[in-house]
């Protein structure tokens, strides 16, 4: 890494220096990526270390969470932070977003306040906050994060909005690590919808097909019919990748022939865009695609694929107890990958 680069990783203060944020894959090189799954490899073997001794790191969470809670908490006590984890709403003061809001509704604070005080109390402030399911159109302005992004003067981190990054992180390290090899070049991924009962978020498909891409693999993308396509910006994101890397990116609804001979099947529900806000409409299509669950009789037709979730996933739901438990079954592996690689990155941001 050049001087310049370690220069725009430190986190700039009242300094007036640009912090470098993480809020999409997109925004880092993909030799930045790869050298921060290294690095995690590396604090895998030897977690404890000082690496921000002395720092201190804010959790903002707006939804709930599991894993995303305790692999950041434990992660920056295991690199020598403090971190301080708050639920706006709930522990602290509702928050406001908007330009220009007049807020007179139940939010006392602004981010615009919230980012700043944070900024001179910490070093790294993360943000989780799913969309609103309301409206697509405003939901895809991750407005959220791009509040936080644009006020803080320390690093922001995306722990999940609208995409996942440190989950595309953790997917793609445990990728390596079953492959045994950082060249992921020429396998066939099959990202496939499954069957929720409720629709999700699309944040997980955003960034599989994003990371998948980059890595130079060729990935399908299983899904009941064109309503279940991703958003413009992710479908061009992942064409793109393709392109200027050497995969490929296609768009399947045929089950079978998706899961010929593939060598990754990573599991996710989503809702489809077509019906964002009106997910009763959506019902009855979701309900006549329960068949898209990943069983045994879809694993044996790829080439003794590995199978993964970004968790939670409802079993025998999404996919079978047999698929879930397989020796070939990395969501424990990927869950796990998430403390390191988050580790890795928070050291990154605030010059660690």
């Known amino acids: ?9 430190k986190p700039s203060g009242t300094t007036g220096v640009a912090p470098r944020h993480f809020l999409s894959t997109q925004d880092w090189s993909f030799d930045d990526l790869s050298g921060l799954i290294d690095h995690a490899g590396e604090l895998k073997q030897n977690p404890i270390q000082p690496l921000l001794a002395g720092k201190s790191v804010a959790l903002v969470f707006f939804n709930p969470s599991l894993r995303t809670r305790a692999s950041f908490d434990i992660g ?34 602004h981010a615009k306040e919230a980012a700043r005080v944070l900024s001179r109390y910490c070093d790294i402030i ?18 959220v994060l791009t509040a936080f992004a644009t006020h803080a003067t320390v690093p922001v981190i995306n722990m999940e909005t609208i995409t996942h990054p440190c989950q595309e992180l953790a997917h793609l390290m445990a990728l390596r690590e079953h492959f045994g090899t950082s060249d992921l070049s020429g396998k066939k991924y099959v990202l496939t919808w ?23 693999m060729d990935v399908t993308m299983l899904c009941p019919d064109e309503r279940y ?49 009106n997910w009763e409409a959506e019902k009855p299509i979701r309900d ?65």
């Open 76 to 109: 920056a006590n295991q690199l020598g932070a403090h971190a301080v984890v708050l639920e706006p709403g709930g522990g602290s003061w509702e928050m406001a977003f908007g330009e220009g809001e007049v807020m007179d509704g139940s939010a006392e604070e």
């Open 1 to 9: 890494m050049t001087e310049t680069q370690t220069a725009e990783m």
């Open 126 to 143: 993360a943000v989780r906050a799913f969309p609103k399911f309301k409206d697509w159109s405003v939901d895809r302005q991750d407005l």
């Open 288 to 352: 006549a695609n329960t068949h898209f669950i990943v069983d045994e009789a879809k694993m044996a037709k790829t080439n003794n694929a590995c199978f993964s979730h970004c968790l939670p996933a409802r079993r025998n739901i999404k996919a079978t107890d047999a698929v879930m438990d397989a020796p070939n079954s990395l969501i424990i592996e990927e869950a796990e990958n998430r403390l390191h690689v988050q580790k890795a990155l928070m050291a990154a941001v605030a010059g660690g």
């Open 194 to 216: 499954t069957y929720h009962p409720k629709p999700l978020n699309t944040a997980v498909a955003n960034s599989a097909v994003q990371i998948a891409t980059r890595a130079r």
């Open 229 to 277: 396509l991703l958003d413009e910006r992710y479908m061009n994101f992942a064409k793109s990748n393709a392109a200027e890397a050497g995969g490929s990116f296609g768009v399947s609804h045929d089950i079978d022939s998706a899961y010929s001979g593939a060598d990754v099947v990573y599991a996710k529900s989503w809702g489809a865009l077509p019906f964002f806000g």
